[in-house]
């Protein structure tokens, strides 16, 4: 997702608008399909052209075609979903090595869903391939985005002919995956694209899909019953709901940038991003955007206006957004890093640690101790691929051979070829590039008092000039925003090289009368010239009375070299990440301690130029645009 806050102004609007859209240029065939193409269907193969199921003996029509019916998560995903209908191969306008079917499954819950399998051209009858797929919100025919994609650069292309997604048209075609001997496959989530059901972000419905389309895409008769995941952001997180739910056939995973919860992508701690603010609506007119009106099938075309005679997907999926308790009913069902990390899964997965859109707030609790084969990439980026390149093809993440090393991971662990032997974490921080066998390596911890005094709620702060898009924000509009300092720690010059690895705590012993109040902490790295950089921040909300409470940073993977400080400021809010009005109220500091974790053990160092946005960090989005207080 790269919507900004100007997406709040718009998105309100958006869904009804796609819908009343679509209703208007919907040919007059849509929905005129057989009547057997929603019925409890026989297995039939999925590349069968034309193939309709009919209904088993005895079976009766379904009451509302295409009806979702209750959802029970992905452990009711326990045979393979059957086929239900599938359309003639066509060539793929933008790779000519590929044959393009479409193809449509039920899962156990009724819902219908979307794939798009692209295969090698000429495959010879009988033969068996394995399966790289992503189920995403973002592979409409349409366009990724919904109608406000505009606000992203991805406009709605009505003209042309229909053709299969090209959101992952790099890895099919960098990658060479029709010569190599996969298939690719695309499968859109629920409410989504040409699928039915009401939109559920990372909820059980989803987590559904992600099971069901793994163990439909092993059983086809062309597939060999080892299947890959593929995806970044979004639908690097519907890889994790995989992981974590390890249907049969899921032999690997590679999560780029991923989101790692649905509730932490909006919420941190209780304390909500501004993605809060619009983030339900934004994905519910991408669910209310139809397919291409003149050239998808109709079939496609009716799926895709699920939402119309539903508008309850909608509304329901933008509601239940704005809870910000993490243990209520509809966040509860939507966690799955913990059990993600104890997965038998095999997991590539790629994490900036200064990400401004997908944070890695979840990256430890999937990484430390994970006993399934991990690789890694990590360092110091933002919301990017790991083959992005800049205008003169050189890798923004600073580092050659990407594509080379997830073939590598694939052919490994899908085909059975034996590993060229990459390092299992390779990672980039403030020192440069090194290999390690795991992340975080914590061999011991920091204990440090922390800062004391009172902050006050009546006006705004900010932690660096960071902002959306890998950019920084003007020095003179970070400065001026920052009206509160906040209270400080600074600590003792380091005297010699210290690598923080992995979250850091924030124990505080407060006191306040008011409610509606945060607290943000701000870690910085002081370079001897005296100016502050932003390692990580963490955040918790505040509540009346005398009490006690713990939060964690984000983790991050930082070395403050030698002669550098360490400083902790604790202020009311960060402008520039959080969605929060000035209260007027006050919270009492009375004492607060900090716990650093020290990384430590055997690491090599490897090749890697400087990450592109690493760059823009060092010279001016990392900084504190105040005075930093003096020891």
Request: proline share 8%; hydrophobic share 35%; aromatic share 10%.
């Amino acid at each position: 997702m790269r919507a900004t806050l100007r997406t709040f102004i718009s998105a309100s609007f958006a869904s009804a608008a796609a819908l009343t859209l679509a209703a208007g240029l919907l040919p007059a065939t849509a929905g005129a399909v057989p009547a057997t193409a929603d019925t409890d269907p026989v297995t039939a193969d999925a590349l069968n052209p034309g193939v309709l199921s009919t209904p088993a003996p005895g079976a009766t029509l379904d009451a509302a075609p295409g009806a979702t019916r209750a959802v029970t998560g992905p452990a009711a995903v326990t045979s393979t979903p059957p086929t239900v209908r599938t359309e003639k191969p066509r060539a793929v306008p933008w790779n000519s090595t590929a044959e393009w079917v479409e193809a449509y499954f039920r899962t156990p819950d009724g819902t219908i869903l979307h794939a798009d399998i692209l295969r090698p051209k000429n495959l010879p009858k009988g033969a068996r391939i394995p399966v790289i797929m992503t189920v995403s919100p973002y592979t409409s025919h349409l366009t990724d985005q919904g109608y406000l994609g505009a606000l992203n650069g991805t406009t709605p292309e009505f003209g042309r002919p229909t053709e299969p997604s090209t959101r992952f048209q790099d890895l099919i075609d960098g990658a060479h995956l029709m010569e190599r001997g996969y298939a690719f496959v695309q499968v859109d989530t629920r409410g989504t694209g040409g699928s039915t059901g009401c939109l559920d972000y990372g909820g059980p419905g989803e987590q559904q899909d992600v099971s069901a389309a793994v163990r439909w895409a092993a059983a086809q008769s062309w597939s060999t019953g080892k299947v890959g995941l593929y995806g970044k952001s979004y639908d690097g997180g519907t890889g994790l709901a995989g992981v974590a739910d390890a249907p049969q056939g899921l032999a690997a995973v590679v999560s780029q940038e991923p989101i790692f919860d649905p509730y932490t992508y909006i919420f941190h701690n209780r304390v909500p991003y501004y993605n809060a603010l619009f983030m339900g609506t934004w994905y519910g007119q991408i669910a209310a955007t139809p397919g291409r009106p003149f050239n998808d099938t109709p079939y496609y075309l009716r799926n895709s206006l699920y939402e119309f005679p539903h508008p309850h997907c909608v509304i329901d999926n933008s509601r239940n957004q704005y809870s910000p308790d993490p243990n209520g009913p509809y966040w509860s069902q939507r966690t799955i890093v913990a059990k993600a990390n104890k997965s038998p899964v095999p997991l590539f997965i790629t994490q900036g640690f200064i990400e401004d859109n997908t944070r890695p707030d979840g990256l430890q609790t999937l990484l430390q101790n994970r006993k399934a084969p991990t690789r890694g990439w990590l360092g110091m980026w933002n919301h990017i691929r790991g083959n992005d390149t800049d205008e003169n093809g050189t890798p923004k993440i600073g580092r050659p051979g990407f594509f080379a090393e997830v073939m590598d991971f694939y052919d490994h662990y899908l085909k059975g070829a034996p590993s060229k032997g990459y390092p299992n974490f390779i990672i980039h921080t403030t020192t440069g590039w090194r290999t390690q066998a795991a992340w975080p390596q914590q061999v011991r911890q920091l204990q440090l008092d922390g800062p004391r005094g009172l902050i006050t709620d009546n006006g705004l702060a900010v932690g660096a000039a960071t902002t959306t898009g890998g950019k920084a924000l003007p020095a003179t509009v970070a400065a001026r925003a920052n009206t509160k300092d906040g209270i400080w720690s600074v600590y003792l010059a380091q005297r010699q090289d210290l690598r923080i690895e992995g979250r850091m705590d924030i124990r505080l012993m407060l006191s306040t009368l008011d409610d509606g109040l945060n607290v943000i902490a701000d870690l910085y790295d002081i370079a001897p010239n005296g100016k502050a950089m932003l390692i990580t921040r963490g955040a918790t909300p505040v509540t009346a009375g005398h009490k006690q409470t713990t939060f964690r940073t984000f983790p991050t993977d930082w070395t403050l070299r030698k002669g550098h400080r360490l400083a902790l400021r604790l202020v009311n809010t960060n402008v520039e990440v959080y969605a929060h009005v000035p209260t007027g109220g006050k919270v009492q500091i009375l004492r607060s301690w900090l716990t650093v974790p020290v990384g430590g053990g055997q690491t090599a160092p490897t090749y890697g130029a400087t990450p592109a946005y690493w760059k823009t960090y060092v010279e001016k989005a990392g900084y504190y645009p105040g005075t930093v207080p003096t020891l």
